[in-house]
């Protein structure tokens, strides 16, 4: 083949390849509305469940939230009772062992105090 057949092939091609590629640059243009439109409900799909589960796990850290709320207080009255049990205690107890409580409650007993003859001293 020749120089001009050549040209003329190139020029050609070059010519069905440029109005080649405008049908398809227009059947893209085409294909894309129709994949949106194919994709569209999926992506609302997709949006509303991350949306609904976004509010479920903010209601579910609320009610733990609450929840814990309720067992901190729950605690802290049963701390303070537990407190105020100790304090009744320790007041019974220091009753219990002053010496005039110690003194009635050996007398009710039938105890007495020794003999001034009968009470030894053990050296430390």
């Not at 994949?35 to 479920?56: D, E, F, I």
């Not at 107890?93 to 001293?121: F, N």
Request: aromatic letters at 4%.
């Amino acid at each position: 083949m020749n120089a001009s057949k050549w040209k003329k092939l190139a020029a050609g091609s070059s010519a069905e390849s440029a109005s080649n590629t405008v049908p398809d640059s227009q059947a893209q243009e085409t294909l894309a509305p129709s994949k949106l439109r194919v994709l569209a409900p999926y992506c609302v799909v997709l949006a509303l469940l991350v949306l609904l589960l976004t509010g479920l796990f903010n209601v579910w850290t609320r009610m733990d939230q609450v929840q814990l709320g309720y067992e901190i207080s729950n605690l802290q009255t049963k701390n303070k009772e537990l407190k105020d049990r100790v304090r009744e205690l320790s007041l019974e107890l220091s009753s219990l062992e002053s010496p005039a409580e110690l003194e009635k409650m050996a007398k009710k007993q039938g105890l007495r105090l020794p003999s001034v003859g009968r009470i030894i001293h053990v050296p430390k």
